[in-house]
T-cell receptor, first 115, second 112 residues
């Protein structure tokens, strides 16, 4: 059973470009979470999605960031007009169910570097 | 705002040592506490502790939840090189659909 897949593993962008990060949850999991880890800091929750629904986006910056989890295909975290402060590791996690199913399994992360 | 604090920030150990990592939390409506191990890649799930399961053990690792003191400890006995990692503590609260609030982690390093 493949784990959570993320790609790309490393992404370099120049300021002002767009970054698209993809996450495929574990087989049988329909709940996806995105977290950001800044250098020397802990993981910070960004957004929680189920198929075709955003359940909780309380940790997502109001501008430039968006996320989706379509009926078919991976979840996408999109960052428009990237700035240097967006440089971080972005982790995706999945779980088989939401409330009561706290055990989240993490992917290897995408390390975004903004030049 | 929910808060999770881990200590120490880092720890150097000799092979064979027993270590204790601490996690304290200040949250409203606590539901569960989770421990993860993060090496170079993905955080790997270790334990989940709740009111109905306050002590867990797996091999050389064990963890206890103290709801009165709002804290948890992670014990590692007979440490090995492969235990070198960052150990993360996270909590969930009721009504937030399983969002994890993490501490900054404890970095465990061996002297080998």
């Amino acid at each position: 059973n493949a784990g959570v897949m993320q790609n790309p593993r490393h992404l370099v962008r120049r300021r002002g470009q767009e970054a698209r990060l993809r996450c495929s949850p574990m087989k049988g999991h329909s709940h996806v979470y995105w977290y950001r880890q800044l250098p020397e800091e802990g993981l910070k929750f960004m957004v929680y999605l189920q198929k075709e629904n955003i359940i909780d986006e309380s940790g997502m910056p109001k501008e430039r960031f968006s996320a989706e989890f379509p009926k078919e295909g991976p979840s996408i975290l999109r960052i428009q007009q990237v700035v240097r402060g967006d440089s971080a590791a972005y982790f995706c996690a999945s779980s088989p169910w939401g409330i009561g199913g706290e055990t989240q399994y993490f992917g290897p992360g995408t390390r975004l570097l903004v030049l | 705002e929910d808060k999770v604090v881990q200590s120490p920030l880092s720890l150097v150990v000799h092979e064979g040592d027993t270590v204790t990592l601490n996690c304290s939390y200040e949250v409203t409506n606590f539901r569960s506490l989770l421990w993860y191990k993060q090496e170079k890649k993905a955080p790997t799930f270790l334990f989940m502790l709740t009111s109905s399961g306050i002590e867990k053990k797996s091999g050389r690792l064990s963890s206890i939840l103290d709801k009165k003191e709002l804290s948890s400890i992670l014990n590692i006995t007979a440490t090995q090189t492969g235990d070198s990692a960052i150990y993360l503590c996270a909590v969930t609260v009721t009504g937030t659909a399983s969002k994890l609030t993490f501490g900054t982690g404890t970095r465990l390093q061996d002297t080998l």
